[in-house]
């Protein structure tokens, strides 16, 4: 069969572009042996469990799904009732890329929060965390946050911390959209229940499959007493898998040694390489701080458009001319080096002389 894709070209929108890792292939090669159980009564699915409670600690209960835009909905309608709301950043996922499926398939309402780098603080939650008795506003119930955040930018513990500290002081619960999670743990050199459960999470959407895994995402409960009837909402949203082993063994590839690890800080460090490749070319400009796998930069639109025809990347705000650059786990120094060299060489035409 002839491939329909140049095995050695590269892109750089998206860490979902990437293929599968080698070891979670050989990891569902070797799950395809004999029956199993369907709908997660298999073997694979029992032993996730406890690769989960070694990450996020001994409450920690994991339910596979596809997708994130699942494991966020999921998520999010265990911990809400129908007439409450989850307050999140504007730039959120749940907010600008999930296809209204929120709203739409969950019934949840967003409370969104304009900020400057795509990060929640306490006193951002406050702006929507009021009305509670009011009849005529959604219940504020949960605060959700990114990380890393649609922006490239990462919540330390201590800043995690604070937000559940004062969400929970206000009544609220607290989820996490994690499908960069182990970026942001690699980059800060911190264990993943650093982010979540020593935080004080109650809630994690868990991603796969930026990281490696071929489809997958988990919806993780931290505190049992946040989240309910998951069983049940999975399924009526469309997520339970029958042959759910071929997931499970996909995360506990992942997670059961130091693969998570090894991939997050590969990503991480590429885009560390092109910032720092690009930074100093005339007329490239990095608006925001590149603190995992995500690089933003401005660039006059027809040199991004001619880019574009030779290395795929998003144009992430028309207006200001800025896009996105993202980095995987297998990006490698040529990659960055080959579309660096054509950056300069596309801005070299393009300032005057």
Not at 314 to 326: F, I, K, Q
Request: proline content about 5%.
């Amino acid at each position: 069969m002839i491939p329909r894709h140049d095995p050695q070209h590269k892109t750089f929108a998206s860490d979902n572009y990437a293929g599968v890792h080698p070891e979670i292939l050989q990891a569902i090669a070797t799950a395809n042996g004999g029956h199993q159980i369907s709908y997660g009564d298999d073997a694979y699915t029992e032993a996730l469990q406890d690769v989960f409670k070694q990450h996020f600690g001994e409450q920690a209960q994991v339910w596979p799904v596809f997708n994130g835009t699942a494991a966020n909905v999921v998520s999010l309608r265990a911990m809400t009732a129908h007439w409450e709301a989850v307050i999140c950043a504007e730039t959120a996922h749940i907010n600008t890329d999930e296809g209204g499926a929120p709203e739409v398939a969950g019934g949840i309402k967003l409370l969104t929060v304009p900020t400057p780098d795509g990060k929640l603080t306490p006193e951002l939650i406050d702006r929507q965390a009021w009305g509670f008795g009011d009849v005529h506003r959604a219940q504020p119930r949960v605060v959700s946050i990114s990380n890393t955040t649609e922006l490239g930018t990462l919540y330390t513990p201590d800043e995690v911390a604070a937000i559940c500290a004062h969400a929970h002081e206000l009544g609220l619960l607290v989820h996490v959209d994690g499908s960069r999670l182990t970026n942001a743990a690699a980059a800060l050199d911190v264990p993943m229940r650093a982010l979540t459960t020593d935080a004080g999470v109650d809630v994690l959407s868990f991603g796969g499959t930026k990281i490696g895994l071929l489809y997958g995402e988990a919806v993780v409960v931290l505190n049992p007493a946040a989240a309910t009837g998951i069983d049940y909402i999975r399924k009526t949203f469309m997520q339970l898998s029958s042959k759910m082993r071929f997931v499970s063994a996909q995360f506990e590839a992942l997670l059961s040694g130091d693969l998570w690890l090894r991939n997050a800080r590969r990503a991480n460090a590429m885009g560390r390489r092109l910032a720092d490749a690009v930074r100093d070319i005339p007329g490239v400009e990095l608006p925001r701080p590149v603190e995992a796998n995500a690089v933003f930069a401005i660039l006059p639109r027809d040199v991004a458009e001619r880019l574009q025809k030779r290395f795929r990347f998003y144009t992430w705000n028309e207006a200001t001319g800025e896009v996105r650059w993202m980095c995987a786990f297998d990006t490698t120094e040529s990659d960055v080096d080959a579309f660096a060299a054509a950056i300069a060489a596309e801005m070299t035409t393009a300032l005057p002389s």
